[in-house]
């Protein structure tokens, strides 16, 4: 697999950033060489990741921001599509019901509390 990963080797480099930046490298060398490739690079949803792969473009994602930003980030994401049977660790399962029920009160459009 090929972590597909592409700038920022040499400081005169000036990669342009944004979503799914570096997607289109995962895309054309697993889709035109037929290596199975990892997509990285502002991959900040879980919906990026899954449309990704669903989509055929890398057999893989990473994130890495995002759980510097947010180390229970796997975890609000995999509540955020509807997941609630992935489990918490045991000293979070507290935190993991008021986080279901403020993302279930933000879809009925009330303000979480």
């Given amino acids: 697999m090929i972590d597909c990963s592409s700038?920022?080797?040499?400081?005169?480099?000036?990669p342009v950033y944004g979503r799914l930046f570096q997607t289109p490298f995962a895309d054309k060398i697993r889709n035109e060489v037929g290596i199975a490739t990892m997509a990285?690079?502002?991959?900040?949803?879980?919906d990026h990741a899954n449309s990704i792969i669903a989509?055929?473009?890398?057999?893989?994602?990473?994130?890495?921001?995002?759980?510097?930003?947010?180390?229970?980030?796997t975890l609000h994401e995999a509540a955020k599509i509807g997941m609630t049977?992935?489990?918490?660790p045991k000293q979070y399962r507290s935190a993991k019901i008021q986080h279901e029920t403020n993302l279930a009160r933000a879809a009925a459009g009330r303000s979480p509390t």
């Avoid at 700038?7 to 000036?14: C, R």
């Avoid at 990285?40 to 879980?46: K, L, T």
């Avoid at 994130?63 to 930003?69: E, S, T």
Wanted: with cysteine; aromatic share 10%.
């Fill in 85 to 88: 049977s992935v489990a918490w």
């Fill in 40 to 46: 990285v690079g502002a991959i900040s949803e879980a």
């Fill in 7 to 14: 700038g920022q080797v040499w400081y005169g480099e000036k």
């Fill in 55 to 73: 989509a055929g473009r890398a057999d893989l994602c990473a994130i890495a921001r995002p759980h510097l930003a947010d180390p229970a980030w």
